[in-house]
């Protein structure tokens, strides 16, 4: 199975695009949701978390992780994916690469903006990406930390200014690309577009994860024939079952069914 994790409810919203473009694959997901967000802890406490959710997935029949968390993508994949160099059948990815790929193609005035959690912006793990890819490129982030509370708590209007507040500085740094770096910013994808308008690009996790996995497959045809396939997808968190079954469905816009994980 291909396993997804994340630090809670959010990465439902890119294994639905994960799934409605590769629908053959059989799906278990995992949201550490009692002990989320992730967004403001430090690094040791997003590593220790993030691996033991990968360990729980690897246990649960995955053998391949993605790592939907922006936070956990930037403060663990490296550390994580060393620790499993010698296991040819656990690989592990992030979503900061195919992020930096869509914003390198979509810049033409070389100004990316970011908008992610503390941590993420903190780890500098996007400038880093994208500079990689063209370090003419200049980035400017945006550590946007009521954002997610606030999502949660299903008060998507109430986004509107914080969100007018948080792009401000970006807009007057020019930005022709904004990458909604954080799982949970593609549900505020039609809000964010209204404040910067129609000749800002707009990259969220939902469009560019699925297509960069799709790919992943075909070159690594080794890794792809061993995921089950035709199987329905299993989801569990570390919360309430209630809670994440109701939140859950939000954002995977269909009824789901949840099991209770315990980590660590
Ligand atoms: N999943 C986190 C991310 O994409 C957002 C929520 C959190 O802070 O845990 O960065």
């Keep these: 199975m291909i396993g997804v994790f994340d630090s809670g409810f959010g990465g439902l919203n890119v294994l639905r695009g994960i799934t409605t473009q590769l629908p053959q694959y059989g799906y278990i997901y ?4 009692a002990r989320a967000p992730y967004g403001s802890r430090p690094f040791e406490e997003v590593y220790m978390f993030t691996k033991q959710g990968v360990e ?48 390198v193609a979509q810049t033409d005035n070389k100004r990316v903006g970011v ?18 890819l063209d370090d003419k490129i200049y980035v400017v982030q945006q ?7 606030l999502i949660e708590a299903g008060e998507m209007k109430a986004t509107d200014s914080l969100l007018r507040d948080y792009l401000a500085p970006l807009l007057a740094d020019g930005i022709d690309t904004l990458i909604l770096g954080c799982t949970h910013y593609g549900l505020l994808e039609t809000q964010v577009r209204a404040v910067v308008g129609p000749d800002i690009a707009v990259v969220s996790e939902r469009d560019v994860v699925p297509a960069s996995l799709e790919v992943y497959l075909e070159r690594h045809p080794d890794i792809e024939i061993r995921i089950t396939k035709n199987v329905a997808p299993r989801f569990y968190s570390t919360g309430p079952l209630d809670r994440f079954e109701q939140l859950g469905s939000m954002f995977f816009r269909t009824p789901l069914h949840a099991e209770r994980a315990t980590l660590g």
């Design 115 to 132: 908008i992610a959690t503390e941590g993420t912006v903190r780890s500098g793990s996007f400038v880093r990406e994208i500079q990689k």
């Design 30 to 33: 995992l949201g550490d949701s």
């Design 143 to 149: 550590a946007c930390p009521l954002l997610v509370p």
């Design 56 to 103: 729980f997935l690897f246990e649960h029949g995955a053998t391949l992780i993605v790592l939907a968390c922006n936070t956990a993508s930037s403060e663990a994949l490296r550390k994580i994916q060393s620790d499993y160099e010698k296991s040819p059948n656990k690989k592990v990815l992030g979503v900061l690469i195919p992020f930096a790929e869509s914003a």
